[in-house]
């Protein structure tokens, strides 16, 4: 079986990425979704293509204005001008999304369109890579773009056309 992690460790650029989340000290903090996802997706195609931006996902409720969100994207778009940052805080994001409360990072992961995308890694105190997935590895290795029920499917559908990933990926199949 394809081992994630080793390809996050044989990618300088993501272990870079990997580091500069992991000095923000935020709480149930994770770098998801593309970073991940397409990663896999490229190892399974033999190509290489651009990480173009970067998604950065916490859990804090105490935070009760919801600032630190916008604050650390901005910090880090300043800082890291070589990516695109973008940072949500997971406890407030049901209400965007008119789900019920999220209790974690991974809870809020498990509602996203695609089960695929919901992957995330994050350095551990010790420096050792630690992976999340709402759904686990397996369909993602396999070159699935797989419907996530709790969205509705026009959404899915919507993510698969305009994201282009049949055309950048073409041996991935879609599982409705």
Request: glycine share 2%.
């Amino acid at each position: 079986m394809l081992d994630v992690i080793n390809l996050l460790i044989n990618d300088p650029q993501r272990t870079r990425v990997l580091n500069i989340v992991k000095s923000l000290d935020l709480p149930d903090c994770y770098v998801a979704a593309g970073f991940l996802r397409n990663m896999v997706w490229d190892h399974l195609h033999n190509k290489t293509t651009p990480l173009n931006d970067i998604d950065v996902v916490f859990y804090d409720a105490e935070d009760s204005e919801n600032t630190k969100a916008e604050a650390t994207q901005t910090f880090l778009n300043k800082q890291y001008l070589e990516y695109t940052w973008e940072v949500k805080n997971q406890a407030f994001m049901h209400i965007r999304n008119q789900d019920s409360r999220y209790v974690n990072t991974l809870d809020a992961m498990s509602y996203w369109p695609e089960k695929e995308t919901a992957i995330a890694a994050c350095l551990d105190d010790k420096g050792n890579i630690s992976i999340i997935s709402a759904f686990g590895l397996e369909s993602l290795i396999e070159g699935k773009i797989t419907y996530n029920d709790k969205r509705t499917l026009d959404i899915f559908k919507q993510r698969v056309s305009s994201k282009q990933w049949l055309e950048i990926w073409p041996n991935l199949q879609v599982v409705i």
